[in-house]
């Protein structure tokens, strides 16, 4: 079984185990997830699972899947698993994607939506959120963290603030990804008609440099996502006088997904050292 087989039967087998209710549905060690609404649409929405005990802060997983409708929340829900375990709150976000409502500017306005939303939750501590996507969920999770440089535009001024972003295997130069058609073309579906200026607000290079840390997670032999995008993110990232730093790890595009693998390790060593 190739690993994107494996990924896709123990998202699968994650969603069974969360289907015992839709208002509470249980995750594989019992813990109740809430259903966390932020609209109107069947994908506005994220579902929060926290720790037996003190929580150590929010992390919001973000999924991958070129932002195309035929991949959703399930794949990250080994994840937030993972992140529960480990004594953190893990919300992980579905949003509109392409082919069901989302690509610019919707899915962007999901994702502020989705984050903001956090703020209405009785007895959450948000004092400490963490994006974490992988993909083009890396894109979202870093595009996220850089709200507050987007001024002029109705994502500026965040209710949730991000305080630290993870990309795991992330697209995180637009342009680059259009010129190199990853995706098959993925970007320019995502991005539709949207001119240069709209690209300048949805392309996390164009925000350099970040405010808060920002750790790019990346596997050598990634032929999906180049590592390049985040060699070349964390380099200007840095001569920009941000705090980025690059992680590459032994692996393909979804080892930094695959819970039991050493590069999942990695990132949450990371996530502990923000």
Avoid at 254 to 263: K, T, Y
Wanted: a negative charge.
């Amino acid at each position: 079984m190739d690993r994107r087989s494996m990924i896709a039967l123990v998202a699968a087998s994650t969603l069974a185990a969360c289907s015992s209710s839709p208002g509470s549905p249980k995750g594989k060690r019992g813990r109740s997830v809430q259903k966390v609404r932020y609209g109107s649409d069947p994908s506005q929405f994220g579902e929060l699972s926290r720790p037996s005990g003190a929580s150590k802060g929010v992390v919001v997983v973000i999924h991958g899947g070129f932002w195309r409708s035929m991949y959703d929340l399930s794949l990250g829900r080994p994840l937030a698993e993972s992140l529960v375990a480990q004594g953190w709150t893990a919300f992980n976000l579905e949003y509109r994607r392409v082919g069901n409502g989302g690509g610019w500017p919707r899915t962007f306005d999901d994702v502020a939506a989705g984050i903001d939303a956090l703020g209405t939750v009785e007895g959450l501590d948000t004092t400490k959120v963490v994006t974490l996507g992988h993909s083009a969920g890396g894109h979202l999770a870093v595009w996220a963290a850089g709200r507050p440089k987007l001024r002029g535009t109705p994502w500026a001024t965040p209710a949730v603030p991000v305080t630290a972003a993870i990309a795991q295997a992330g697209v995180l130069d637009l342009g680059s990804a259009v010129s190199e058609n990853l995706g098959s073309g993925a970007t320019q579906a995502f991005m539709g008609e949207a001119g240069a200026a709209d690209f300048e607000q949805a392309d996390p290079s164009e925000q350099i440099p970040l405010d808060v840390p920002v750790r790019c997670v990346h596997g050598r032999s990634d032929d999906i996502v180049p590592l390049r995008q985040s060699i070349d993110y964390v380099e200007q990232a840095k001569a920009a006088g941000a705090d980025a730093e690059l992680i590459d790890v032994e692996g393909d595009h979804f080892v930094v997904i695959d819970p039991s693998s050493r590069a999942w390790a990695r990132t949450l060593e990371t996530l502990e050292a923000l």
